[in-house]
């Protein structure tokens, strides 16, 4: 990645320059099916999920056909938008908004159970103005959810990287889950629905993933900080 290209990665014209010449379907990170496990365990099939900086992912498409029923996705590229709103115009279970993900005026309060986030923090943390465009997500995100809701994020972000981010919102209660990258690794080291340890440093994942581990982490954020309330409501979302 070019300097120039990353500081791009959080405008508007370079994603759409990039999906006129990329039209072909792409997931970034992680696909549906091994990420399922633990989307079923935070998120129910009748709930309002959203997908951010959603791309020309496949992701809501299985999603759809894995039986949830409504499935927003909303991108800062108007390109790849119209380019979704065509391909799945006969899914009704799937809508497609162009909208940034900094400001989400359109959307009220409280109006989605679970927001799920594959590289788009990490997109506009390598952009220009990154901590303040990151919190900037970050609260619209806590806006939107309902009490209880998840935010789900998948990242190469390690705790010593991304925590700080999550933390100093302190508005929600934070679990990490780790899961191999599916590019190099076509069998699970990590159990993905157990979350691991996590204090307010890195030091625990540290001595027990190794300095350098070949994984993505995925944080949930738990809308409130009342922990045993919110274990509560997750595990209502698995049953």
Request: charged share 25%.
């Given at each position: ?17 990039r ?33 951010v900086g ?38 009704p ?26 590289g ?5 943390m390598?952009?220009?103005n ?10 619209e995100v ?20 991304r ?11 934070v ?32 001595s ?14 738990i809308?409130?900080n ?13 049953n």
């Open positions: 990645m070019t300097g120039a290209a990353s500081q791009a990665y959080g405008e508007a014209w370079y994603w759409d320059e999906y006129r010449k990329e039209v072909g379907p792409f997931d970034w990170y992680q696909k549906y099916p091994a990420l399922a496990p633990l989307l079923r365990l935070y998120a129910r099939t009748h709930q309002r999920l959203l997908l959603c791309g020309n992912s496949v992701f809501g498409e299985n999603m759809v056909d894995d039986g949830y029923q409504d499935v927003v996705n909303i991108d800062i590229s108007s390109v790849v938008i119209e380019q979704m709103k065509k391909k799945y115009h006969d899914k279970q799937l809508k497609y908004i162009k909208m940034d993900v900094k400001n989400m005026s359109d959307f009220e309060s409280g109006s989605f159970d679970a927001v799920i986030d594959k788009t923090l990490d997109s506009i390598c952009g220009q990154s901590q303040e465009h990151a919190t900037m997500m970050l609260e806590y806006r939107i959810l309902k009490d209880n809701g998840v935010y789900i994020m998948i990242t190469y972000g390690d705790p010593s990287y925590l700080h981010l999550l933390k100093d919102m302190q508005l929600w209660t679990k990490l889950h780790v899961i191999d990258r599916w590019e190099r690794s076509s069998k699970q080291t990590w159990d993905l629905t157990e979350p691991l340890p996590l204090h307010d440093d890195s030091t625990s994942i540290i027990l993933l190794g300095p350098k581990p070949d994984v993505h982490y995925i944080y949930v954020c809308k409130g009342d922990s045993a309330g919110s274990k509560a409501g997750a595990n209502e979302a698995a």
